[in-house]
């Protein structure tokens, strides 16, 4: 079967930095995606990974390794603002995104 | 219209009513995805179309109905409406139905079903 594994919720600090873990395991594998939903909103992309290693874009990376099923992001420097869910997909061999349940972070100042 | 609008924002329906979800998108957008999202699950894909005039159904099909006449539109029609299929319903577009191109969501419709 296919399956998306991420914690549910997760607490960090502001400033600090956070790793959100993702393993995945799909039916063939078009790449892996990261959302943000903040409440009561719609998802936003954040990355894409379809080849190994880490992707930069400003505060956020996200890594990816195919042979172990696994990506996470990484949230640097963090903001009141960052405090959303963050959604970790994995296509399939047919071009649909499996999605994981989210992972709530929360972050204190 | 900038992105993809939906309507209605929210809806309380009585059992056994038919409702359908309006999406209609302004990028040109080759692919569009009608979602459901409940609390403490993923995401899960009810149709989709990769492009005018082809639709093809989910992993939760059952009970929805979906048509694809031209480029912008993707209504989402519930036949006889049941209270299990009180959700969040989002619609989403990507350029193409194949490759590593991001989806772009719609602001929601929330639905309660009585």
Known sequence: GQNIDQPTEMTATEGAIVQINCTYQTSGFNGLFWYQQHAGEAPTFLSYNVLDGLEEKGRFSSFLSRSKGYSYLLLKELQMKDSASYLCAGMDSNYQLIWGAGTKLIIKP | IAGITQAPTSQI??????????????????????????????????HYSNTAGTTGKGEVPDGYSVSRANTDDFPLTLASAVPSQTSVYFCASSGSGTGGNEQFFGPGTRLTVL
Do not use: K
Request: charged share 25%.
């Open chain 2, 13 to 46: 329906l009585a059992a056994g009513r038919r409702m359908t979800l309006r999406c209609t998108q302004d990028m040109r957008h080759n692919a569009m995805y009608w979602y459901r999202q409940d609390l403490g699950l993923g995401l899960r894909l009810i």
